[in-house]
């Protein structure tokens, strides 16, 4: 069975701050496409891509930016975690376009990069985006900001390609807004790509050829890998929406796009059914927290949505195998390394 395609929160951020820029509220655009708060909070959590690529489109209509993927883009690689993170971090251009190609993936289950070389170019490459034509126009506008400004760590800040390829089709006023007058654009092309001087790839980073680095940023960890098959990308989907309390069946049928009879077969092929799997999902976020010292037991059980601690045990009993305290004091003791 294919996964539900899943992306970062980080996403629907990135978009809500230009929307702050330009006064539009998003609450209602929010609702209408079903995006839950805790999407909006935690910038790892993930979302079913089909109902943010619906969003963007319907925000770039009500705040009147036919470039709004691209403004939102421009959040920078800094916004991205981890994945931002290892790109800029790169010691060579080459080595952050692998990075990347290899890593966008965590951010997007089905976003595909790849490099490929011709005479003295090499071509920054976006496979074919999925979406409806204004879903795709601006998710794609988001890409090339982040492709762009990957380049621009070693090329410099002014940088700009001779040309850019557009998968989307041209629209009124697109190649007139302010974020794209200064690109050579070429649209309805088979996938989105950047043209590189080979010889920049070879060039460090930005920070490479400055005496002073910036202060080293914190450590930050690396989100759950997104799953590529059906049952892992719902669990993963579940701990989102688990954060508002156990949602209704139909909402996320309607996020893995299919009817609740669909969903349920699919769910019957997979060996679970739904009551068990929302347990399950919440027992596993329950262990996570039960590996650091910090939380109460009667928090986590509560926040695991259990009327009592006692409830909760039993059920953590049954799942793991060991009451949620033993749990704790074995987690507790292996070394870090092995947590």
Excluded at 2 to 27: E, K, T
Excluded at 110 to 121: H, K, L, N, P, Y
Excluded at 308 to 332: E, H, K
Aim: include cysteine; hydrophobic fraction near 40%; charged fraction near 25%.
């Amino acid at each position: 069975m294919p996964s539900i395609p899943l992306i970062r929160g980080r996403y629907i951020r990135s978009f809500l701050q230009v929307m702050d820029r330009q006064g539009v509220c998003p609450r209602p655009l929010l609702d209408r496409h079903g995006i839950p708060d805790a999407a909006l909070v935690d910038p790892d959590a993930v979302h079913p891509a089909h109902q943010l690529w619906a969003f963007a489109a319907d925000a770039a209509r009500h705040t009147g930016l036919v470039d709004l993927g691209l403004r939102a883009g421009w959040a920078g690689l800094a916004s991205h975690g981890a994945f931002g993170a290892r790109v800029a971090e790169s010691p060579t251009l080459r080595e952050a376009l692998d990075a990347f190609c290899a890593d966008a993936r965590q951010e997007y289950s089905r976003a595909v990069f790849r490099i490929a070389t011709e005479g003295s170019t090499a071509w920054f490459i976006r496979e074919p985006i999925d979406g409806d034509p204004e879903e795709k126009l601006q998710v794609e506008l988001y890409v090339v900001a982040l492709m762009l400004q990957t380049v621009r760590l070693a090329a410099g800040s002014d940088w700009l390609p001779r040309q850019i390829r557009l998968q989307s089709e041209d629209r009124p006023g697109l190649a007139d807004a302010e974020s794209l007058s200064r690109l050579d654009v070429c649209f309805g092309c088979p996938t989105t790509a950047i043209p590189i001087p080979q010889r920049l790839l070879a060039s460090s980073l930005v920070w490479g050829s400055h005496r002073r680095r910036p202060p080293e940023p914190a450590p930050v960890q690396d989100p759950s890998p997104l799953p590529a098959d059906f049952l892992g990308s719902l669990k993963q989907l579940l701990a989102t929406y688990l954060t508002d309390g156990p949602p209704r069946i139909e909402v996320v049928a309607k996020a893995a796009r299919c009817s609740v009879r669909t969903f349920q077969r699919r769910l019957h092929t997979a060996g679970v059914c739904y009551s068990r799997l929302i347990e399950e999902v919440r027992l596993s976020a329950a262990a996570e927290r039960l590996r650091a010292p910090g939380p109460r037991l009667v928090d986590i059980a509560f926040d695991a949505g259990y009327s009592d601690q006692a409830n909760f045990t039993r059920a953590f009993r049954r799942w793991a195998g060991v009451p949620p305290s033993q749990f704790r004091r074995l987690a507790l003791q292996q070394p870090t390394s092995a947590r």
